[in-house]
């Protein structure tokens, strides 16, 4: 009998057009009324957290689902499944890897059609969730990803398509496991973080800036005028922006860190390759931090978690060199 928490956060997998549009409408007893739990195997506990789009959680709420899972834990929890909308699920799966450094599995859920569709995804994701969490492999993995029977390292799991059921990709690779006939056979390799040390409340405003072709900086200079505790550069290509953003960004990097990324899919931002005005050298040179193969999000969710809770500058290089 393995003993596991449920924590729901709503999204799709919890919604119903009802006329108007999908919206939350399901609690923790109706997502689980259809499961075909062996009650013998698992003793599901559940818990609302709260009932929302996922667009509209903040921070908090992944601070406050990390207490909650943590004391659940303490309590004697074997393992832990939350559900939430798809649209910022591989930022609370990022989040919660980056802040709980335990072996008990932590898989989290949602669905692409809400419950009121037909063929919805819920019940089923919601299902190879439960049981991903119950098997024993799954322990020391960090937080994992399920959905459409397939299982994601929570660093490269990314949301890739706005509708389809198989929404979700790893970057730089594959799902780290697939389900089939109710068992996990594991795939692909596992890339996890350092951890953080989860900080009492969400502070810094650490926006994303993603450049493009033509881009003559105005933009940049209004967002550098604003009161930031940190910025993230998603570049082209390789790490790249126009020559006119290269002064700004080293009058930004000269205050608060500011980390550069790619807006590519896959790969990491280069450090190396390419010498000229507004290239990874000279941005580098201009004092900014660079993401390795972390997605834009993910690198400006752990700078925020980092300031968050009181980290400095040595102490930010120090993160991201160790990805
Ligand atoms: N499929 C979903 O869950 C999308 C929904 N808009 C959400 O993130 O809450």
Redesign the pocket.
């Known amino acids: 009998m393995v003993a596991i928490s449920l924590f729901t956060l709503?999204?799709?997998?919890a919604?119903r057009d009802e006329g108007g549009g999908a919206r939350p409408a399901l609690g923790p007893a109706e997502l689980m009324a259809g499961l075909d739990l062996d009650p013998a195997h698992v003793d599901l506990t559940a818990e609302a957290v709260v009932n929302?789009?996922?667009?509209h959680l903040t921070l908090d709420d992944i601070y406050d689902l990390a207490r909650r899972i943590r004391a659940a834990i303490d309590d004697g929890a074997e393992a832990v499944v939350v559900t939430?909308?798809?649209?910022?699920?591989e930022e609370t799966a990022f989040a919660l890897d980056l802040l709980l450094d335990v072996d008990q599995p932590i898989v989290i859920t949602?669905?692409?059609r809400a419950a009121s569709t037909l063929g919805t995804d819920g019940p089923t994701n919601l299902h190879a969730a439960i049981l991903t969490a119950a098997d024993p492999t799954a322990r020391g993995r960090g937080v994992l990803v399920v959905l459409n029977d397939s299982v994601h390292g929570a660093r490269g799991v990314t949301k890739a398509h706005t509708s389809r059921v198989d929404?979700f990709r790893t970057r730089d690779g594959g799902p780290i496991g697939l389900i089939a006939e109710g068992r996990i056979v594991w795939a692909g390799a596992l890339t996890r973080s350092p951890r953080l040390v989860l900080p009492l409340q969400a502070r810094a405003r650490v926006p994303v800036y993603t450049s493009y072709l033509g881009d003559d900086g105005v933009a940049l200079l209004a967002l550098a005028a604003m009161d930031l505790q940190g910025l993230v550069v998603e570049g082209f290509g390789g790490g790249h922006v126009p020559p006119a953003l290269g002064q700004t960004l080293e009058s930004v990097a000269a205050q608060v860190p500011v980390v550069l990324a790619s807006r590519c899919a896959e790969g990491p931002v280069l450090t190396q390759s390419y010498g000229y005005a507004g290239s990874e050298r000279d941005l580098i040179a201009r004092g900014l931090i660079p993401a390795g193969n972390l997605a834009g999000v993910k690198a400006r969710l752990a700078l925020t978690i980092l300031l968050d809770g009181g980290a400095d500058l040595e102490r930010v290089k120090a993160f991201f060199a160790a990805l």
């Open positions: 709503g999204g799709t997998i919604m929302l789009p996922s667009g939430q909308g798809t649209d910022t699920l949602g669905a692409m929404a």
